[in-house]
């Protein structure tokens, strides 16, 4: 089985940093798809203005199309609601699997002030988690960011080694 596998959750959960450990864990190739955005997406977002549902699917189009073209891959995608979910699965070209990075509010928020040089700012964290739905065990495995970076890591590990095949 070639294995597309997203990193989700709400901006500042830690999609980047653990997208990247795991794609060094695995000699897998990691693709940020905060990258795939369209500048009138990221300008949207600079300025504060949360992406719709319209802004968003040119966007989830373009990450399936990388887990479709490039897999095995990595991908950090925010995912926040099950159609966008469904999206990519319907075009990554196979079989998914989704990492749902969680932790509460007041981490994220800490987190996000610490951020520099992202699009993205820290007035858009709310409306990011009041357009979450978070996915079921059905969908995807929840990976609290609570714990350390190794330990968010071998949880993934450990888990994508009950994947058939």
């Known amino acids: 089985m070639t294995l597309r596998l997203v990193i989700m959750g709400v901006s500042g959960c ?16 990691w693709c940020d798809g905060d ?14 203005q949360p992406l719709t549902d319209a802004d968003r699917w040119p966007w989830l189009d ?9 897999a095995p891959l990595i991908i950090g995608c925010s995912a926040l609601k099950r159609g966008y979910r469904d999206r990519l699965r319907a075009g990554a070209g196979g079989p998914l ?6 932790g509460d509010r007041a981490l994220i928020a800490a987190r ?13 964290l709310d409306s990011q988690l009041a357009a979450l ?33």
Do not use: C
Not at 97 to 102: C, D, E, P, R
């Open 112 to 124: 996000l002030a610490q951020r520099q040089d992202h699009f993205m700012p820290f007035a858009l």
């Open 35 to 48: 990258d795939l955005h369209p500048t009138e997406n990221v300008e949207k977002m600079r300025a504060g």
């Open 133 to 165: 739905e978070p996915p079921g065990p059905d969908e995807a495995w929840t990976v609290p960011i609570d714990q350390p970076l190794a330990q968010q890591i071998n949880r993934i590990v450990a888990a994508l080694q009950t994947l058939p095949g």
């Open 14 to 29: 830690g999609k980047s940093s653990v997208g990247l450990a795991l794609s060094y864990r695995l000699g897998m190739a």
């Open 97 to 102: 699997q989704f990492v749902h990075l969680t």
């Open 62 to 70: 373009r990450v399936a199309a990388e887990l479709r073209v490039r």
